[in-house]
């Protein structure tokens, strides 16, 4: 609203009326109210926007080669572009392989970075949570954010966030039915570690000014709330854990840490298990915020292929719940799909045995995902006081069937549907 005084046709009013009380108090409320614009010669602009929705979206950063530990583990140049590449379709009317419109880029080079980044401005995706991977002995997946995404020249049109996926990290890229899951990187961290890397945290990203902040405190979602607090071995130690890197935070210039806790119903890697009580967890923690990765966390894919408006709703009913228990803002996630068939290993029988071996969703049309996106934004805005904050999963998931970068066979029309409702 912009407020604009007339000083002259006001005094002209008063002496009209001669009613010397009214001149008084209505002189005094202009006053109150004209001080800033007397003083700076400015108008008064309210400009906050209850209908702008803040739209994230995950970023998973396993399409880059030579990564230190992939390099041990699968040899030089192996991304998980490879599996992409290598599915084949389990049963009829599987829509396998999936083929990148933009191809097989490597997400470390910056100017690959600088692709996505303006396709996700323009498309209407405000902030990148990336899947930040980051252990006892160090970290894992990282060339990606630092190399290409922080180096990548367009990179202030975006905000950026950290989920802390620190979930164990098995070997199934592929996996083979039957096999022993061998454990890789144990999830887990140390006390003595977790400050250390508050310090990376503050000082290499938080306080970035495209660093995505929720009234002025840098926003970091935990993946795995049980991992989270085994390192410290209580609540009342991860409480106190969590104290420090707020202080941290607030001592580098900022207001402190949103915490953002990630809720799931049902597992779905093999090392997850679900916790008893999120909300007590939310509560005793000091949690900010709640959210979701993936819809499937939350329904039952009973069918080969689940029809994706049944998931949908599944998730919904989930939300209505999650708004009432968790007492604290939900923010809501919308899943473009969902199929890790690539992450099978092809000599395999295929069936639902258990993740990567899952059934999936299918309907998954650009035109349904946006009906899905839609519903989500009239949800949160018939809410007044509600959140203005949604994420979507995934904007490159490809080896699980979620992500919103251009294909083949849609082309831009999973972005095109995100546009079409936010921008």
């Not at 840490?257 to 090392?271: C, E, M, S, T």
């Not at 899952?358 to 949800?379: C, H, S, V, W, Y």
């Amino acid at each position: 609203m912009i407020l604009k005084i007339h000083f002259n046709g006001l005094i002209n009013y008063l002496n009209y009326k001669n009613e010397a009380m009214i001149k008084t108090k209505f002189l005094a409320l202009v006053i109150c109210f004209s001080f800033p614009v007397l003083m700076t010669g400015k108008t008064i602009i309210k400009n906050r926007d209850s209908s702008k929705i803040t739209v994230a979206a995950y970023y998973f950063p396993n399409y880059h080669t030579n990564d230190p530990r992939n390099i041990q583990n699968k040899g030089a140049d192996w991304s998980e572009w490879e599996l992409v590449k290598a599915a084949k379709p389990r049963f009829p009317g599987h829509d396998q392989p999936k083929v990148p419109l933009w191809g097989y880029t490597d997400e470390k080079d910056p100017k690959v970075m600088a692709q996505k980044i303006e396709a996700a401005s323009e498309y209407g995706v405000d902030c990148f949570i990336f899947d930040w991977y980051m252990y006892e002995d160090g970290p894992f997946l990282n060339r990606c954010l630092d190399e290409g995404f922080l180096k990548a020249k367009n990179v202030d049109k975006i905000k950026f966030a950290f989920m802390w996926a620190n979930h164990d990290w098995v070997d199934i890229h592929p996996y083979t039915k039957g096999a022993k899951q061998k454990l890789l990187y144990e999830g887990k961290v140390t006390s003595k570690r977790f400050d250390e890397i508050c310090d990376i945290l503050v000082s290499q990203y938080f306080t970035k000014p495209n660093y995505w902040k929720i009234d002025g405190k840098a926003y970091f979602s935990i993946y795995d709330i049980q991992k989270f607090m085994e390192g410290f071995g209580s609540i009342e130690a991860t409480k106190a854990a969590m104290e420090r890197l707020n202080k941290k935070a607030i001592a580098a210039g900022l207001k402190g840490i949103h915490w953002n806790l990630v809720a799931w119903g049902r597992p779905i890697l093999p090392v997850e298990k679900v916790p008893a009580n999120f909300p007590e967890l939310i509560r005793l923690l000091g949690f900010n915020s709640a959210t979701s990765y993936v819809w499937v966390h939350h329904v039952d894919l009973s069918e080969r292929q689940t029809d994706f408006n049944k998931a949908r709703d599944q998730y919904f009913a989930y939300w209505d719940k999650a708004k009432t228990e968790y007492l604290v803002p939900y923010y809501p996630n919308v899943s473009m799909g969902w199929d890790p068939s690539p992450r099978c290993d092809l000599k395999s029988e295929w069936g639902n045995f258990g993740y990567p071996f899952t059934n999936t969703i299918g309907n998954n049309t650009p035109e349904n995902f946006r009906k899905a996106l839609q519903m989500t934004k009239d949800k949160l805005l018939a809410d007044p006081n509600g959140p203005r904050i949604m994420n979507i999963n995934c904007w490159n998931e490809w080896t699980e069937g979620s992500y919103l970068e251009p294909d083949t066979k849609n082309k831009f029309g999973y972005l095109e549907a995100v546009k079409s409702v936010f921008k």
